[in-house]
C-alpha cells in the first residue's frame, strides 16, 4: 500500500496559559502551538502538533512542497526531503526559553513524522503504538508538574489556581491536582527563588505526599557547589534532580562530587543525538528526558530510548505547553518504548479544559495516567471549529515568539535570569 502526501496544511493557535514562573522570567498569557494536517491521495487527514513560534513556522512552511508526493509509508524520504528543505539552515535552533540549541531537522520532522503514523494508522485500521512495535503497556503515568505562580497576568483577571510564591503554596497547587488527575510522581519548577526555598518546597511536598516520587528542576540556574548541596540535602527525598547547572562538563561535575548519591536528568545538556557520547564518556547526566517534539518524532525517539538502555541510561520524556493531539502522540511513544517507565512529564492541567484542537472525549486522566488509545491511528479527531477559534487567538494576541524575559521585565524590569550562578 502506497499513499502520497498531496496536500499539507500548518494552523498556528494560541491558547490560553497562567502566569507560571521560571528561570528565565514567567510565562506569557497565551501559549503558541502549531497544528500539522498531512492529506494523502486516499483522502486520509495525519495530525501533528508542533511550536509555534515564528521562526519554526517558517522552516516547517519550507517543508512542505518538499514533501508533497511524499508515502505517508516512507518515513525516510520524509526525512530527506525535510533535510532538503532546510538546505543551510544552520544545524541547530534555540529551544523556546532560548538556553540550548536543539537539532533544527528533528525539530521540523517531528510533526510531519508523527501525522504520517496518524495517517498510516487510519488507512491500516491500527494505533500509533501497533506501528511504533505495539503497547507494552495500556496506560502512560504522566507527574503533576508545579510551578511557581502569579495568580494574575499583570493587569488580568485570577485564573482561578491562586498565587504559588511560597512552600504552602505549592503543596496547595500540587493537592489540587494530584485529587483531580490522580498523579502518582510530581515535578517541581525550581529556578525561580534562591536555591534553599525551593528545598523547603520540596521538603513541604515530600511531608504532604510522603509515598510519590518527587523532582526539582531548576532548568541550569545554579552553579556546581549549590547543585552539590542541594543534592545532598534531598538525598532520598527526590528520584531525581533535573539540570540543576548547565552544560555537560558542569552536570558532569556534579555528578563525580556525589559519587551516584543522587541521579541528574536533563531535557537541556542532551538534546539532540550528538549531545549523547560526550555526556555518556562524562557520565553527565543518569536519565535523559526525551521529547519527540525535538528529537524528532516518534520513531527517532524510540532510538534514543534504545541507546538510553544500553548505556545503562534512565529515559523520561519532557513537555512544553501542549495541545490533545502531542498529548495522544506522547501516550503512544511512552506505551510502545519498554524503558520509557518514569511517569512523563506534561502541562497538560495548566491549559483551560475547554481550549484543545482535538474533539474532547478521546484522552482522559484516570489515576495520574492517560489510557492508550487503541482506535486507527493517535486516536484523535480534529475539531475544525476550536483549530478555527484557537487560530483567530493566535491572530487577535500578537504574540509571535515566546520571551518569558521580556514580559518579566515588563514587571520587573531589572530581572536577570540565573544561569548557573545562584
Ligand atoms: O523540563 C523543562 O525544562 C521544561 O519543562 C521547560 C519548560 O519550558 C518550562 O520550564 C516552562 O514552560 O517554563
Ligand atoms: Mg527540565
Not at 521540523?108 to 512495535?133: I, K, N, W, Y
Not at 534562591?194 to 540556574?221: H, S, T, Y
Amino acid at each position: 500500500m502506497t499513499s502520497p502526501i498531496t496536500d499539507v496544511t500548518i494552523t498556528p493557535v494560541a491558547f490560553h496559559d497562567p502566569a507560571l514562573l521560571n528561570n528565565v522570567g514567567v510565562h506569557e498569557p497565551f501559549a503558541l502551538r502549531s497544528v500539522v494536517e498531512v492529506r494523502t491521495a486516499d483522502g486520509v487527514v495525519g495530525l501533528g502538533e508542533s511550536y509555534g513560534d515564528a521562526a519554526h513556522l517558517e522552516r516547517l512552511h519550507r517543508a512542505v512542497p518538499h514533501l508533497l508526493g511524499t508515502d505517508v509509508f516512507d518515513l525516510h524520504a520524509l526525512a530527506r526531503a525535510v533535510a532538503t528543505s532546510l538546505g543551510h539552515t544552520p544545524a541547530r535552533a534555540g529551544d523556546l526559553l532560548g538556553q540550548v540549541v536543539q537539532d533544527a531537522a528533528d525539530r521540523v520532522l517531528s510533526p510531519f513524522e508523527v501525522a504520517c503514523l496518524d495517517a498510516q494508522g487510519r488507512l491500516t485500521g491500527r494505533p500509533v503504538s501497533d506501528l511504533l512495535g505495539g503497547a507494552v503497556r495500556d496506560e502512560v503515568a504522566f507527574s503533576a508538574y508545579a510551578f511557581y505562580k502569579w495568580a494574575a497576568h499583570p493587569g488580568g483577571e485570577e485564573d482561578g489556581w491562586g498565587p504559588a510564591l511560597d512552600p504552602a503554596g505549592i503543596v496547595t497547587q500540587v493537592r489540587r491536582v494530584v485529587d483531580e488527575f490522580g498523579f502518582t510522581a510530581v515535578k517541581l519548577k525550581g529556578g525561580v527563588f534562591p536555591p534553599q526555598e525551593e528545598v523547603e518546597a520540596v521538603r513541604a511536598l515530600r511531608a504532604e505526599f510522603p509515598d510519590l516520587p518527587l523532582r526539582l528542576d531548576p532548568n541550569g540556574a545554579w552553579t556546581p557547589d549549590t547543585s552539590v548541596r542541594v543534592a545532598q540535602e534531598l538525598d532520598g527525598v527526590l528520584e531525581y534532580l533535573e539540570d540543576p547547572t548547565p552544560g555537560v562538563p558542569g552536570m558532569a561535575e556534579v555528578s563525580r562530587r556525589l559519587e551516584g548519591a543522587m541521579p541528574l536528568a536533563t531535557n537541556m545538556c542532551v538534546v539532540a543525538f550528538e549531545d549523547l557520547p560526550p555526556a555518556v564518556a562524562q557520565d553527565a547526566v543518569q536519565v535523559v528526558l526525551s521529547d519527540h517534539h525535538y528529537w524528532g518524532g516518534l520513531r527517532r525517539t524510540q532510538g534514543l530510548g534504545r541507546i538510553c538502555e544500553v548505556f545503562g541510561l534512565g529515559l523520561s520524556m519532557h513537555s512544553n505547553s501542549h495541545l490533545g493531539i502531542s498529548l495522544a502522540a506522547m501516550t503512544h511513544l511512552a506505551a510502545a518504548t519498554p524503558n520509557l517507565d518514569y511517569a512523563c512529564d506534561t502541562h497538560w492541567p495548566w491549559k483551560r479544559a475547554d481550549e484543545d484542537v482535538v474533539v474532547p472525549g478521546a484522552l482522559g486522566f484516570a489515576g495520574g495516567a492517560v489510557r492508550v488509545p487503541t482506535g486507527p491511528g493517535l486516536g484523535v479527531d480534529l475539531d475544525r471549529d476550536a483549530l478555527a477559534r484557537l487560530h483567530e487567538q493566535y491572530e487577535r494576541c500578537g504574540l509571535r515568539a515566546r520571551d518569558d524575559t521580556t514580559y518579566m521585565r515588563t514587571v520587573d524590569p531589572g530581572f536577570t535570569p540565573h544561569r548557573g550562578s545562584w
